[in-house]
């Protein structure tokens, strides 16, 4: 049996590529001798005139997935879209719990960028990219704080050759149940999430005050 089921899977690259441009914070993922290396990181997607386009990003120079980021180092990143649990209780049909996700998976090759003004440009652009359409700050290339951070981080380029989209969203249900799944959907990315992260941050801090 292919995986996932064949309906799960997403055949539109412009919905897969809106998932990581939505969801630029993506999870990277690369091996070095025989060792999954992994980095949480923004990545954003550029159109360059090749077939998928590329992702764009930096890490800092420390991390140790640097080991693994050659010319032609093949890296897959992964960008979450939303997800949730699906209670059996929102279909009007008898059916188990699930759960409903929209992945995607952008694989390519490295590119290493190794002039300093490239890799400030590609800072530059994914400022702006994350600002958005109403940005409240602007990076220049000329800030001279620049000059010293670029020295701590690598620049690089991932030509996409392979894209998967993992879209669930209860695909195998009758269309009004989809309809309840997609609503579910939707009402689980509103869900205040100020006091689990007033308590994470509180814990961290304790964390802190202990060890020291």
């Known amino acids: 049996m292919k995986y996932p089921p064949q309906h799960h899977q997403e055949r539109n690259f412009e919905s897969v590529i809106d998932v990581a441009k939505n969801y630029p914070f993506a999870t990277m993922v690369t091996v070095h001798h025989n060792q999954p290396l992994i980095t949480h990181i923004p990545i954003i997607y550029e159109t360059d005139g090749s077939k998928y386009g590329k992702l764009v990003a930096h890490i800092d120079k420390y991390n140790p997935q640097t080991t693994a980021l050659k010319n032609d180092t093949i890296a ?15 279909y009007t049909t008898g059916q188990l719990p699930t759960w409903n996700y929209i992945f995607a998976h952008l694989t390519g090759t490295v590119r290493l960028l190794t002039d300093k003004e490239t890799v400030k440009r590609t800072m530059v652009r994914m400022t702006a990219f994350l600002e958005g359409e109403n940005p409240n700050y602007e990076l220049k290339q000329d800030d001279p704080r620049m000059d010293s951070l670029v020295d ?27 309809a309840l799944a997609k609503q579910a959907l ?19 801090e304790n964390a802190q005050r202990t060890s020291s």
Do not use: M
């Not at 949730?84 to 929102?90: E, G, K, L, R, T």
């Not at 620049?155 to 269309?175: N, P, R, V, Y």
């Open 76 to 90: 897959t990143s992964v960008f979450y879209g939303p997800d949730c649990y699906i209670s059996p209780s929102i």
């Open 152 to 178: 701590y981080i690598v620049g690089f380029e991932i030509e996409i050759t392979h894209w998967e989209g993992k879209f669930k969203f209860s695909q195998d249900k009758l269309k009004k149940d989809q």
């Open 186 to 204: 939707i009402e689980s990315q509103k869900r205040d999430a100020s006091q689990f992260i007033e308590r994470i941050f509180q814990n961290h």
